[in-house]
């Protein structure tokens, strides 16, 4: 694991000789992480140097002409010059080397993932035929552009039928700049990292050339929209068929129809690809092709629920430069916060099933801290994401698939497995190491402490809860996390820090209220005080994190989004809210039991807040304390007390201090 948090904070050095007044800088990405052959840069001189009298050298061989698009880079490191003619003597004046990667990736999450299984077949283009067979294993296919327009009175876009002409039937569209355009629109579909990505954007192929850097296209508004998509179960092994974009298809009117380009891919999907960093390299590599093709947007801003917003958050804390905003909703800070969350629901369900039958419904509840039952019972099966067999996505055959007897070197599908490149191999058995750790931790504490459950209650829970063994399997033991992941999770950025490209990185945090609803929800309300808590730990406040619950759309917020970053203020009219069922307004801080917005949509703690553990949910590991008995309410007979030390023989956890191996990120645009 290096560290290329360089290559953004000093872009505005790169190319420089000593005492020279001139330079290349690297537009469409770092020049460390170049893909697919080919860098837009910018060349920077001083005014009086007439332009006709440098050009491009690439590798000693290549002459192109000064800024744009520097093509036919190697892989590997490549060296571009600037050189200027003076009279009969031709010399170089600057220097840039940038390092050029396949277009297929990687570039720095590591070794890909294999099996891989192609999916190009399954995804349908804006006609509704589909992308092909993949051209080689790397599920490549050539790269096409569909033009589609909307009729007058119509919901659904037409392929457009002559690139030389406007229809008769065509209707127009406004957008944030206000010009009125043809409802035209320009749809790219290809491959990049092994992704199937897809770009839109208004333009009329009639009336103006093809998009290129520096092209006057009447329709764009200059501002690139990123649409990730949720999930995480399955969400290995697979390249995916379906977009991370809100409406479902690449096109709707209050994005695209509004002059935004949009922007996704398969791997920004996590129910195709639940990994954060495959994620970040893929929104890279999309986003500097598009930098490439239409030339630089004025900023690059971020959507996306559930899945999607771990992704924006870890995108825009670990490789800060490549989102300038983010509108996460249903959010969680992180993969691990919510995968600690699953697994103790899953250990709870089993244990009220079992030797917990007795228990009432409320005392069920108090103990995992949620707001109903369903919140314990309806998402349990998903701790199975760290369950080496039951999550495989069926297009992985089953003489692919890991089993225990019959086929140890299969792929293994959970999450660790999936970012093995983080964590490490075991030495004894190959897998992945893991962060999941419930040594020490009292569950139902507050509970017990409230009268809520009794001390003989509490002792049983917490003697039969379980835990969880390397292939995700529940035991009747605690689960032991492996240090090392440990120490990877938090200083490789897998847990959220929010102290580095988050610090004051606008962040408009929506959130459809499901704490309640009778089947159950995962996507609780606790998760965005979570961030808000480690926002401020990190930064001192959090005053970038505006949180609104109920009622709010995704054209609101992408709307507050450009006025933000467009003036490079907040809004401020944008503040903590809430919206009542009956559609009003309550402005007013958000706090998680208080206010009017508090009694509407309560926050409810997780499992490891009502053993103790901090608001923020980041601690994986806890350090151990000895038992001291003033920490209960309850009391303990002295064989009930003797008990409580066998159940805890090693202490149990000490929530004042940080988790074990518990640190800042090492650094940002780390490589794998």
Same mark, same amino acid.
């Given at each position: 694991?290096?560290?290329?948090?360089?290559?953004?904070?000093?872009?505005?050095? /790169?190319?420089?000789?000593?005492?020279? &007044?001139?330079?290349?800088?690297?537009?469409?990405?770092?020049?460390?992480?170049?893909?697919?052959?080919?860098?837009? %840069?910018?060349?920077?001189?001083?005014?009086?140097?007439?332009?006709?009298?440098?050009?491009?050298?690439?590798?000693?061989?290549?002459?192109?002409?000064?800024?744009?698009?520097?093509?036919?880079? $190697? &892989?590997?490191?490549?060296?571009? +010059?600037?050189?200027?003619?003076?009279?009969?003597?031709?010399?170089? *004046?600057?220097?840039?080397?940038?390092?050029?990667?396949?277009?297929?990736?990687?570039?720095?999450?590591?070794?890909?993932?294999?099996? #891989?299984?192609?999916?190009?077949? /399954?995804?349908?283009?804006?006609?509704?035929?589909?992308?092909?067979?993949?051209?080689?294993?790397?599920?490549?296919?050539?790269?096409?552009?569909?033009?589609?327009?909307?009729?007058?009175?119509?919901?659904?876009?037409?392929?457009?039928?002559? =690139?030389? /002409?406007?229809?008769?039937?065509?209707?127009?569209?406004?957008?944030?700049?206000?010009?009125?355009?043809?409802? %035209?629109?320009?749809?790219?579909?290809?491959?990049?990292? !092994?992704?199937?990505?897809?770009?839109?954007?208004?333009?009329?192929?009639?009336?103006?050339?093809?998009?290129?850097?520096?092209?006057?296209?009447?329709?764009?508004?200059?501002?690139?929209?990123?649409?990730?998509?949720?999930?995480?179960?399955?969400?290995?092994?697979?390249?995916?068929?379906?977009?991370?974009?809100?409406?479902?298809?690449?096109?709707?009117?209050?994005?695209?129809? $509004?002059?935004?380009?949009?922007?996704?891919?398969?791997?920004?999907?996590?129910?195709?690809?639940?990994?954060?960093?495959?994620?970040? +390299?893929?929104?890279?590599?999309?986003?500097?092709?598009?930098?490439?093709? #239409?030339?630089?947007?004025?900023?690059?801003?971020?959507?996306? @629920?559930?899945?999607?917003?771990?992704?924006?958050?870890?995108?825009?804390?670990?490789?800060?430069?490549?989102?300038? @905003?983010? %509108?996460?909703?249903?959010?969680?800070?992180?993969?691990?916060?919510?995968?600690?969350?699953?697994?103790?629901?899953?250990?709870?369900?089993?244990?009220?099933?079992?030797?917990?039958?007795?228990?009432?419904? +409320?005392? $069920?509840?108090?103990?995992?801290?949620?707001?109903?039952?369903?919140?314990?019972?309806?998402?349990?099966?998903?701790?199975?994401?760290?369950?080496?067999?039951?999550?495989?996505?069926?297009?992985?055959? *089953?003489?692919?698939?890991?089993?225990?007897?019959?086929?140890?070197?299969?792929?293994?599908?959970?999450?660790?497995?999936?970012?093995?490149?983080?964590?490490?191999?075991?030495?004894?058995?190959?897998?992945?190491?893991?962060?999941?750790?419930?040594?020490?931790?009292?569950?139902?504490?507050?509970?017990?402490?409230?009268?809520?459950?009794?001390?003989?209650? #509490?002792?049983?829970?917490?003697? &039969?809860?379980?835990?969880?063994?390397?292939?995700?399997?529940?035991?009747?033991?605690?689960?032991?996390?492996?240090?090392?992941?440990?120490?990877?999770?938090?200083?490789?950025?897998?847990?959220?820090?929010?102290?580095?490209?988050?610090?004051?990185?606008?962040?408009?945090?929506? =959130?459809?209220?499901?704490?309640?609803?009778?089947?159950?929800?995962?996507?609780?309300?606790?998760?965005?005080?979570?961030? !808000?808590?480690?926002?401020?730990?990190?930064?001192?406040?959090?005053?970038?994190? %505006?949180?609104?619950?109920?009622?709010?759309?995704? +054209?609101?917020?992408?709307?507050?989004?450009?006025?933000?970053?467009?003036?490079?203020? $907040?809004?401020?009219?944008?503040?903590?809210?809430?919206?009542?069922?009956? @559609?009003?307004?309550?402005?007013?801080?958000?706090?998680?039991?208080?206010?009017?917005?508090?009694?509407?949509?309560?926050?409810?703690?997780?499992?490891?807040?009502?053993?103790? @553990?901090?608001?923020?949910?980041?601690?994986?590991?806890?350090?151990?304390?000895?038992?001291?008995?003033?920490?209960?309410?309850?009391?303990?007979?002295?064989?009930?007390?003797?008990?409580?030390?066998?159940?805890?023989?090693?202490?149990?956890?000490?929530?004042?201090?940080?988790?074990?191996?518990?640190?800042?990120?090492?650094?940002?645009?780390?490589?794998?």
């Amino acid at each position: 694991m290096i560290s290329l948090r360089y290559v953004f904070a000093c872009l505005s050095f /790169a190319g420089i000789l000593p005492g020279a &007044d001139y330079r290349i800088v690297p537009l469409s990405t770092p020049a460390e992480m170049v893909s697919g052959g080919s860098v837009l %840069i910018r060349v920077e001189k001083p005014d009086s140097v007439a332009a006709d009298s440098m050009s491009i050298r690439v590798n000693g061989s290549v002459i192109k002409a000064p800024n744009g698009l520097v093509t036919g880079l $190697k &892989d590997g490191p490549n060296v571009i +010059e600037l050189l200027r003619r003076q009279g009969e003597d031709e010399g170089s *004046v600057a220097k840039l080397q940038v390092v050029n990667h396949p277009i297929t990736g990687p570039v720095f999450s590591g070794p890909q993932e294999k099996p #891989f299984i192609c999916q190009t077949q /399954a995804f349908r283009l804006p006609d509704g035929s589909s992308l092909g067979l993949p051209l080689d294993e790397n599920c490549s296919v050539a790269t096409r552009i569909d033009y589609v327009y909307k009729r007058v009175g119509a919901k659904t876009f037409t392929p457009l039928p002559d =690139r030389t /002409a406007v229809p008769d039937d065509a209707t127009t569209t406004t957008t944030t700049l206000g010009a009125t355009v043809p409802y %035209i629109v320009r749809v790219e579909t290809g491959t990049i990292n !092994r992704a199937i990505y897809q770009i839109a954007v208004l333009h009329n192929p009639a009336a103006e050339p093809e998009p290129a850097p520096g092209a006057a296209l009447t329709a764009w508004n200059k501002r690139l929209l990123y649409s990730f998509g949720g999930g995480c179960i399955r969400g290995w092994y697979r390249q995916g068929s379906t977009l991370g974009v809100g409406s479902g298809v690449m096109i709707s009117d209050a994005v695209t129809g $509004k002059g935004y380009a949009e922007a996704s891919s398969s791997l920004n999907v996590f129910g195709n690809n639940c990994n954060d960093l495959t994620a970040a +390299e893929t929104m890279m590599m999309v986003r500097e092709h598009f930098i490439k093709t #239409f030339g630089m947007p004025l900023f690059t801003f971020g959507r996306g @629920g559930s899945g999607g917003s771990y992704q924006q958050l870890q995108i825009a804390d670990n490789y800060p430069g490549l989102l300038d @905003g983010i %509108i996460p909703s249903a959010t969680f800070p992180d993969v691990l916060e919510n995968t600690q969350y699953l697994t103790d629901v899953q250990l709870l369900d089993h244990y009220y099933k079992d030797a917990g039958a007795a228990l009432t419904a +409320e005392q $069920k509840r108090a103990i995992a801290g949620v707001a109903v039952l369903a919140n314990v019972t309806g998402p349990a099966p998903e701790g199975a994401r760290i369950q080496a067999t039951t999550f495989c996505p069926p297009e992985l055959t *089953v003489t692919q698939r890991y089993d225990p007897v019959r086929n140890r070197g299969g792929a293994r599908c959970d999450v660790f497995d999936h970012a093995i490149n983080v964590y490490g191999r075991d030495a004894n058995t190959g897998f992945a190491m893991r962060p999941i750790d419930n040594v020490g931790v009292q569950y139902g504490l507050a509970a017990l402490n409230d009268g809520v459950i009794t001390t003989e209650q #509490f002792l049983d829970l917490n003697q &039969d809860i379980g835990g969880y063994d390397g292939d995700g399997n529940m035991i009747p033991s605690r689960a032991v996390a492996d240090l090392p992941a440990v120490r990877a999770a938090y200083s490789t950025g897998r847990v959220l820090h929010g102290g580095s490209g988050l610090a004051e990185m606008p962040i408009i945090d929506l =959130r459809n209220y499901q704490d309640q609803t009778t089947a159950g929800n995962l996507h609780l309300r606790y998760h965005s005080f979570s961030l !808000r808590e480690r926002l401020r730990a990190s930064n001192g406040n959090a005053g970038n994190h %505006i949180m609104i619950t109920g009622g709010t759309t995704d +054209e609101y917020a992408i709307h507050m989004m450009d006025e933000w970053l467009t003036t490079r203020q $907040k809004p401020a009219d944008l503040v903590d809210s809430c919206y009542t069922p009956a @559609g009003e307004r309550v402005v007013e801080p958000q706090l998680p039991m208080s206010g009017q917005c508090g009694e509407l949509y309560p926050a409810f703690p997780s499992p490891r807040m009502v053993a103790g @553990g901090p608001a923020s949910n980041n601690v994986l590991k806890c350090q151990l304390k000895p038992i001291d008995m003033t920490d209960y309410n309850a009391a303990f007979t002295p064989a009930q007390e003797d008990r409580l030390r066998a159940v805890f023989r090693d202490g149990v956890c000490d929530w004042s201090k940080p988790g074990a191996e518990q640190q800042r990120p090492a650094d940002t645009w780390l490589s794998f």
